[in-house]
């Protein structure tokens, strides 16, 4: 899978330190995934959830961050749409992020 964007992890990760090994945990294991469906992403993701319109919302660190991506399957790409603390979360619309 690409991911778009990286860096978007990686300054998130040196805001919130606590979430720098998750989200390069989860960077990993989603750039050598090959999903094409969300049965394929709970293979490596048991918590993720779909919210329609091509997001699927990641927890992150024991579901202390929430990870919002717009994936496209046919193309392997995965869009960062938002990485943020569970409250932040609750104040978006995630399936229009």
Known sequence: MRIIAHR???EYGSLYADAKTALDNWYKITKA?????LQ????SFNS????GN???IFNIKGNNYRLVGKILF?????YIRFIGTHEEYD???????
């Not at 995934?33 to 469906?37: L, P, V």
């Open 8 to 10: 978007t992890i990686v």
């Open 33 to 37: 995934a090959k999903w094409k469906n």
């Open 48 to 51: 993720v959830d779909y919210v």
């Open 91 to 97: 104040k978006i619309d995630c399936s229009t992020i």
């Open 54 to 56: 091509q997001r699927y």
């Open 74 to 78: 046919v193309h392997q790409i995965l």
């Open 40 to 43: 394929d992403i709970k293979q």
